[in-house]
């Protein structure tokens, strides 16, 4: 393989990515879940929208793992996939409320802010650029947290 084929493939093997995550996107969009207003409605608990979204979500991700574990199931590259085992620590209470308070105040996690800035919602920009650094500062001060 030549250089110049070298460099083209890791563009090209990316492709399939981009395609999957637009068409998540999409999805999150039609389902509404990327809605302020859903988000604020399960803060509330005036709905059960998210919630149904969230367990299924969890429904499917517990199955999944299930029969990644039980059929000894292998990557698209042949690879085994290893799930490893990991430990409780009060850290992460303490990051599961700081995501949830943020989560709250802004009506957006993590997943969705591409899609509602995708949506024209360019507020979320805001949104996006405080959780990259929120990003940095736990990196930085990783060593210092309780873990």
């Known amino acids: 393989m030549s250089i110049k084929e070298k460099n083209k493939a890791p563009l090209t093997g990316n492709i399939k990515y981009l395609i999957v995550g637009v068409l998540f996107g999409i999805v999150f969009v039609k389902a509404e879940i990327i809605s302020w207003f859903r988000i604020q409605e ?6 059960f929208h998210m919630y149904g979204v969230i367990g299924s979500a969890v429904l499917v991700g517990l199955v999944s793992v299930l029969i990644i574990r ?34 709250a105040i802004t009506g957006a ?39």
């Open 70 to 103: 039980k059929f000894d199931i292998k990557t698209l590259g042949g690879e085994k996939i290893v799930l490893p085992v990991k430990a409780f620590s009060k850290g992460q209470i303490y990051g599961g409320l700081l995501f949830g308070l943020g989560w």
């Open 109 to 147: 996690c993590p997943g969705p802010l591409f899609a509602q800035i995708g949506t024209g919602a360019t507020i979320v920009i805001i949104t996006f650029l405080s959780a990259v650094a929120g990003t940095w500062t736990y990196g930085y001060l990783k060593e210092k947290l309780p873990h």
């Open 42 to 47: 399960m803060f509330r608990l005036q709905s």
